[in-house]
């Protein structure tokens, strides 16, 4: 009988009235998408992210055994050691790979980004140590709003990216990072559910 995997990732859980705050900005994106491009083609060329599982994350595990939980989770405090809480800004709408061919929409990640940062090359460290590959891009981080389909075309995209890059300022939303979260990720068709297997406390 094989072992039971579960699909796993390191995040920062986003706090219900930043959640809020995304899915106001969401239905203006929407809206700005559906007048560039016609209601049933925006549609078609754009998958947007549930506000409610929305999360920063810092590194994706996959499918592991559950019986590795427990090993995942002692790397992890290892990890995290002594690091301090720290603050966060979610502000700035961007595009990957340009606002010209976009694949993905994204809300920038500021303020003690780079504090973010040590603790999650300290996370790949630790992961490494557990056989899991080693992140090959520098950390960019980031909360991603909306990915566009595959077969979305080249000016659908364009006008997409234009959308976005014309969307205005944001008002910085601020989060205070005060846990580091193991996550859970099950798949269905009416999209991913997310569950906190276990939270580490910044002290």
């Given at each position: 009988?094989?072992?039971?995997?579960?699909?796993t990732f390191v995040a920062v859980e986003l706090p219900g009235e930043v959640k809020a705050s995304l899915r106001k900005l969401e239905d203006r994106l929407k809206r700005?998408?559906?007048?560039?491009?016609?209601?049933?083609?925006?549609?078609?060329?754009?998958?947007?992210?549930?506000?409610?599982?929305?999360?920063?994350?810092?590194?994706?595990?996959?499918?592991?055994?559950?019986?590795?939980?427990?090993?995942?989770?002692?790397?992890?405090?290892?990890?995290?050691?002594?690091?301090?809480?720290?603050?966060?800004?979610?502000?700035?709408?961007?595009?990957?790979?340009?606002?010209?061919?976009?694949?993905?929409?994204?809300?920038?990640?500021?303020?003690?980004?780079?504090?973010?940062?040590?603790?999650?090359?300290?996370?790949?460290?630790?992961?490494?140590?557990?056989?899991?590959?080693?992140?090959?891009?520098?950390?960019?981080?980031?909360?991603?709003?909306?990915?566009?389909?595959?077969?979305?075309?080249?000016?659908?995209?364009?006008?997409?990216?234009?959308?976005?890059?014309?969307?205005?300022?944001?008002?910085?939303?601020?989060?205070?990072?005060?846990?580091?979260?193991?996550?859970?990720?099950?798949?269905?068709?009416?999209?991913?559910?997310?569950?906190?297997?276990?939270?580490?406390?910044?002290?």
């Amino acid at each position: 009988m094989s072992e039971r995997m579960i699909r796993t990732f390191v995040a920062v859980e986003l706090p219900g009235e930043v959640k809020a705050s995304l899915r106001k900005l969401e239905d203006r994106l929407k809206r700005r998408m559906s007048s560039a491009l016609g209601p049933d083609a925006a549609e078609r060329a754009l998958k947007w992210v549930d506000p409610e599982g929305v999360h920063l994350t810092l590194k994706f595990l996959g499918a592991v055994p559950a019986s590795h939980l427990a090993q995942i989770e002692n790397a992890l405090r290892r990890a995290i050691g002594e690091a301090n809480p720290l603050a966060i800004e979610l502000h700035g709408l961007g595009a990957f790979p340009t606002f010209q061919r976009p694949r993905v929409l994204w809300i920038g990640v500021h303020g003690e980004a780079d504090k973010l940062g040590q603790i999650h090359a300290q996370i790949d460290a630790e992961m490494a140590g557990l056989g899991f590959p080693r992140e090959e891009r520098a950390f960019s981080p980031h909360i991603t709003l909306a990915r566009l389909r595959e077969t979305a075309p080249p000016d659908e995209r364009r006008k997409i990216g234009e959308a976005v890059k014309d969307g205005g300022e944001l008002a910085p939303m601020a989060v205070s990072v005060d846990t580091i979260s193991l996550m859970r990720s099950e798949l269905s068709r009416a999209g991913a559910h997310y569950t906190a297997l276990a939270r580490f406390s910044l002290v």
